[in-house]
Structure formats: C-alpha cells, structure tokens
Nanobody
Framework: QVQLVESGGGLVQPGGSLRLSCAAS????????MGWYRQAPGKQRELVAT???????NYADSVKGRFIIFRDNAKNTVYLQMDSLKPEDTAVYYC???????????????????WGQGTQVTVSS
C-alpha cells in the first residue's frame, strides 16, 4: 500500500532549473533513507543524491554543487532541487525509499526498497 509519487520532471534548457518532488502516499515502516536515482538510455541506474534519517546527505560527484536534496517530514516528501542543468543530466529520475527495521550504529544492515514510477527530465535547447 506504500506508493512513491513523483512529479516535477519536464523539458528545460541548459542552465535552467527543475525541482522534483516525491511524496509517500503511505507510511513506510522503519524508514531509513530516501534518495533520487537516474537512468539514461543504455546506462545503468545511477545514484544522484540521498538523505538519511538524521539529515545527512550524499551526492554523486557529477551533481555536487548543482543539486540539493531536502525533505519535509511533515508532508512525507523528499525533493531534488536541480540547478545549472546540463544535457548530460537528461534521464528518467526515480525516487527511492529504504526501509530498515534494524540498524547498527545508525547504519542499515539489511533493508528493502520502494521505488517511484520515474519522471522524465530532458535538458535541451
């Protein structure tokens, strides 16, 4: 019954900005982290950014300084603010949530994933 609903994708010119949203429609038990991945045609799915329960964030080197991940816990929503977009950012972006019933020193030792349906981001003139 848990569903991740993504929105905010679209067509943008190089140098432009988009903000992606991912809202969880149901309660995720033992939610540990949320993040964004992307996949371009012919390429493997790539981690873009993650945010852990305490607020720590991680970014792929290719997006550091341009993308920001943040969340609104009250709305159960995670966002990806994308600035200075480049054509190579073109991909389907997927929201991900990790449920982790058991952690050791705040590290997940075994978890399972929920995935959004994906939203297309196209950066082109």
């Amino acid at each position: 019954q848990v569903q991740l609903v993504e929105s905010g994708g679209g067509l943008v010119q190089p140098g432009g900005s988009l903000r992606l949203s991912c809202a969880a429609s149901g309660v995720i038990f033992s939610l540990y982290a949320m993040g964004w991945y992307r996949q371009a045609p012919g390429k493997q799915r790539e981690l873009v950014a993650t945010i852990i329960g305490g607020g720590s964030t991680n970014y792929a080197d290719s997006v550091k300084g341009r993308f920001i991940i943040f969340r609104d816990n009250a709305k159960n929503t995670v966002y990806l603010q994308m600035d200075s977009l480049k054509p190579e950012d073109t991909a389907v972006y997927y929201c991900n949530a990790v449920a982790c019933p058991t952690t050791v020193q705040n590290m997940c030792i075994m978890g399972y994933d929920y995935w959004g349906q994906g939203t297309q981001v196209t950066v082109s003139s």
